[in-house]
Protein backbone atom coordinates (compact mmCIF):
# COMPACT_ATOMS: atom_id res chain seq x y z
CA UNK A 1 0.00 0.00 0.00
CA UNK A 2 1.24 3.47 -1.12
CA UNK A 3 1.25 6.80 0.78
CA UNK A 4 -1.40 8.34 -1.66
CA UNK A 5 -3.59 5.42 -0.06
CA UNK A 6 -3.19 6.46 3.20
CA UNK A 7 -3.55 10.28 2.10
CA UNK A 8 -6.85 9.43 1.09
CA UNK A 9 -7.52 7.45 4.39
CA UNK A 10 -7.31 10.90 6.06
CA UNK A 11 -9.28 12.74 3.67
CA UNK A 12 -11.71 10.35 4.09
CA UNK A 13 -12.12 10.33 7.37
CA UNK A 14 -12.03 13.96 7.46
CA UNK A 15 -14.81 14.31 4.41
CA UNK A 16 -16.57 11.45 4.07
CA UNK A 17 -19.31 11.60 1.57
CA UNK A 18 -22.08 8.57 1.48
CA UNK A 19 -22.31 5.96 4.14
CA UNK A 20 -24.08 3.58 2.68
CA UNK A 21 -22.65 -0.02 2.40
CA UNK A 22 -20.19 -0.42 -0.19
CA UNK A 23 -19.41 2.83 -0.86
CA UNK A 24 -15.90 5.08 -0.44
CA UNK A 25 -16.96 8.52 -1.20
CA UNK A 26 -15.41 12.22 -0.58
CA UNK A 27 -17.29 15.31 -0.31
CA UNK A 28 -15.49 18.42 -1.18
CA UNK A 29 -15.43 22.21 -3.07
CA UNK A 30 -11.59 21.91 -4.43
CA UNK A 31 -11.04 19.76 -7.02
CA UNK A 32 -7.33 18.91 -5.86
CA UNK A 33 -8.83 16.94 -3.12
CA UNK A 34 -11.06 15.28 -5.28
CA UNK A 35 -7.84 14.06 -7.36
CA UNK A 36 -6.37 11.36 -5.27
CA UNK A 37 -9.52 9.21 -4.63
CA UNK A 38 -10.52 9.73 -8.70
CA UNK A 39 -6.80 8.86 -9.61
CA UNK A 40 -6.61 5.55 -7.28
CA UNK A 41 -10.12 4.25 -8.22
CA UNK A 42 -9.46 4.58 -12.09
CA UNK A 43 -5.21 3.40 -11.46
CA UNK A 44 -6.96 0.21 -9.44
CA UNK A 45 -9.62 -0.72 -12.87
CA UNK A 46 -12.68 0.71 -10.48
CA UNK A 47 -15.32 2.19 -11.52
CA UNK A 48 -15.65 6.05 -10.48
CA UNK A 49 -18.62 8.12 -10.37
CA UNK A 50 -19.57 11.53 -9.14
CA UNK A 51 -22.66 13.51 -8.57
CA UNK A 52 -23.73 17.07 -6.97
CA UNK A 53 -25.04 16.88 -3.39
CA UNK A 54 -27.10 19.94 -2.18
CA UNK A 55 -26.76 21.11 1.58
CA UNK A 56 -25.92 24.74 2.95
CA UNK A 57 -24.19 25.00 -0.83
CA UNK A 58 -23.51 22.69 -3.49
CA UNK A 59 -20.60 19.95 -3.13
CA UNK A 60 -19.05 17.61 -5.59
CA UNK A 61 -18.91 14.74 -4.51
CA UNK A 62 -16.16 11.47 -5.70
CA UNK A 63 -17.38 7.84 -4.71
CA UNK A 64 -16.48 4.55 -5.90
CA UNK A 65 -18.84 0.98 -5.14
CA UNK A 66 -16.79 -1.29 -4.21
CA UNK A 67 -17.14 -3.57 -0.88
CA UNK A 68 -13.71 -4.70 -0.60
CA UNK A 69 -12.41 -1.11 -0.97
CA UNK A 70 -15.08 0.20 1.91
CA UNK A 71 -13.65 -3.01 4.02
CA UNK A 72 -9.90 -1.92 3.63
CA UNK A 73 -10.93 1.68 4.94
CA UNK A 74 -12.76 0.76 7.81
CA UNK A 75 -9.95 -1.99 8.92
CA UNK A 76 -7.60 0.95 8.31
CA UNK A 77 -9.20 3.27 10.39
CA UNK A 78 -10.06 1.02 12.92
CA UNK A 79 -6.85 0.16 13.61
CA UNK A 80 -4.50 2.63 12.93
CA UNK A 81 -1.92 1.91 15.16
CA UNK A 82 -0.80 -0.99 13.45
CA UNK A 83 -1.91 0.36 9.94
CA UNK A 84 0.30 3.23 9.83
CA UNK A 85 3.05 1.57 10.75
CA UNK A 86 5.89 4.00 9.43
CA UNK A 87 6.43 7.39 9.51
CA UNK A 88 5.89 8.16 5.65
CA UNK A 89 2.00 6.48 5.99
CA UNK A 90 1.53 8.30 9.13
CA UNK A 91 2.47 11.67 7.88
CA UNK A 92 0.71 10.92 4.20
CA UNK A 93 -2.69 9.97 6.49
CA UNK A 94 -2.08 13.27 8.57
CA UNK A 95 -1.71 15.64 5.46
CA UNK A 96 -5.16 14.09 4.34
CA UNK A 97 -6.94 15.05 7.61
CA UNK A 98 -5.47 18.46 7.73
CA UNK A 99 -7.02 19.06 4.13
CA UNK A 100 -9.99 18.01 5.17
CA UNK A 101 -10.36 19.04 8.85
CA UNK A 102 -6.94 21.17 9.50
CA UNK A 103 -7.34 24.59 10.32
CA UNK A 104 -3.93 27.36 10.29
CA UNK A 105 -4.83 30.73 13.21
CA UNK A 106 -2.51 33.35 11.65
CA UNK A 107 -1.44 36.50 12.78
CA UNK A 108 -0.22 38.63 10.27
CA UNK A 109 2.72 36.62 8.92
CA UNK A 110 3.22 34.49 12.09
CA UNK A 111 1.52 30.85 12.38
CA UNK A 112 -0.54 30.90 15.98
CA UNK A 113 -2.67 27.92 15.99
CA UNK A 114 -2.64 24.85 14.58
CA UNK A 115 -6.07 22.67 14.76
CA UNK A 116 -7.43 19.40 13.63
CA UNK A 117 -11.56 19.41 14.01
CA UNK A 118 -13.30 16.22 14.25
CA UNK A 119 -16.80 15.09 15.20
CA UNK A 120 -18.50 14.90 18.72
CA UNK A 121 -18.42 11.03 17.92
CA UNK A 122 -15.21 10.60 17.41
CA UNK A 123 -13.50 11.00 20.55
CA UNK A 124 -11.69 7.34 20.28
CA UNK A 125 -10.15 8.52 16.74
CA UNK A 126 -9.19 11.62 17.76
CA UNK A 127 -6.81 9.83 20.79
CA UNK A 128 -5.68 7.38 18.41
CA UNK A 129 -4.59 10.50 16.20
CA UNK A 130 -2.97 12.18 19.10
CA UNK A 131 -1.24 8.73 19.91
CA UNK A 132 0.20 8.45 16.37
CA UNK A 133 1.81 12.53 16.45
CA UNK A 134 3.49 11.08 20.07
CA UNK A 135 5.19 9.02 18.66
CA UNK A 136 7.09 11.27 16.14
CA UNK A 137 7.29 13.71 18.99
CA UNK A 138 4.41 16.23 18.27
CA UNK A 139 2.47 17.17 21.62
CA UNK A 140 -1.03 17.97 21.30
CA UNK A 141 -4.07 18.25 23.69
CA UNK A 142 -8.02 17.29 22.38
CA UNK A 143 -10.75 18.73 24.39
CA UNK A 144 -14.85 19.18 23.48
CA UNK A 145 -16.24 22.42 22.53
CA UNK A 146 -19.87 22.70 22.13
CA UNK A 147 -20.68 20.09 19.49
CA UNK A 148 -16.90 19.07 18.17
CA UNK A 149 -13.89 17.57 19.22
CA UNK A 150 -10.49 20.10 19.01
CA UNK A 151 -7.30 18.87 18.82
CA UNK A 152 -4.65 21.72 19.00
CA UNK A 153 -1.21 21.00 17.87
CA UNK A 154 1.96 22.58 20.06
CA UNK A 155 4.96 21.37 18.21
CA UNK A 156 3.10 23.59 15.07
CA UNK A 157 6.17 24.85 13.03
CA UNK A 158 7.63 21.07 13.51
CA UNK A 159 4.27 19.51 12.39
CA UNK A 160 3.75 21.14 9.61
CA UNK A 161 7.01 21.15 8.40
CA UNK A 162 6.42 17.36 8.40
CA UNK A 163 3.23 17.30 6.69
CA UNK A 164 3.99 19.84 3.75
CA UNK A 165 5.03 17.39 1.23
CA UNK A 166 1.97 15.46 1.19
CA UNK A 167 -0.56 18.63 1.55
CA UNK A 168 -2.55 19.04 -1.77
CA UNK A 169 -4.86 22.02 -0.83
CA UNK A 170 -3.47 24.84 -2.76
CA UNK A 171 -4.19 27.57 0.14
CA UNK A 172 -3.40 25.12 3.12
CA UNK A 173 0.19 24.38 1.10
CA UNK A 174 0.74 28.39 0.02
CA UNK A 175 -0.22 29.10 4.12
CA UNK A 176 2.01 26.60 5.21
CA UNK A 177 4.64 27.77 3.09
CA UNK A 178 4.37 31.39 4.11
CA UNK A 179 4.47 30.69 7.64
CA UNK A 180 7.56 28.56 7.49
CA UNK A 181 9.79 31.73 6.41
CA UNK A 182 10.64 32.75 10.16
CA UNK A 183 11.98 35.91 10.39
CA UNK A 184 15.60 35.83 11.45
CA UNK A 185 15.58 37.73 14.23
CA UNK A 186 12.49 35.88 15.52
CA UNK A 187 12.09 33.73 18.51
CA UNK A 188 10.89 29.87 17.60
CA UNK A 189 8.03 28.81 18.77
CA UNK A 190 8.09 26.55 22.28
CA UNK A 191 7.31 23.09 21.67
CA UNK A 192 5.23 22.90 24.69
CA UNK A 193 2.30 25.93 25.41
CA UNK A 194 0.03 26.28 28.08
CA UNK A 195 -3.79 24.28 27.57
CA UNK A 196 -6.27 26.40 26.41
CA UNK A 197 -9.80 26.10 28.50
CA UNK A 198 -12.55 23.92 27.00
CA UNK A 199 -14.80 27.41 27.04
CA UNK A 200 -12.64 29.26 24.32
CA UNK A 201 -14.46 30.90 21.47
CA UNK A 202 -13.08 29.80 18.09
CA UNK A 203 -11.83 33.01 16.71
CA UNK A 204 -9.26 34.18 14.24
CA UNK A 205 -8.03 33.89 10.93
CA UNK A 206 -8.53 30.67 9.73
CA UNK A 207 -7.96 28.49 5.90
CA UNK A 208 -10.52 25.57 6.21
Do not use: Q
Not at 126 to 133: G, K, Q, Y
Not at 150 to 156: D, E, H, S
Not at 177 to 185: A, D, F
Amino acid sequence: MNKGLFYILGLWCADRGSTAKGVVAIRNKREELLRPLREFGKKKGLRVKERIVKGYSKTKEVYICNSALRELFEKMRKNKIKMLDSRTKILAYFAGLFDGDGTIIKDRAKIRKVRIYYSKHEIKDSLVDAELLKNLGIHTRVWKYRNMLIMKIYNRYRFLKMIKPFIKHKEKLKRIKEGLVVPKRARPAPHVGTPLSGEEPLMGDRCR
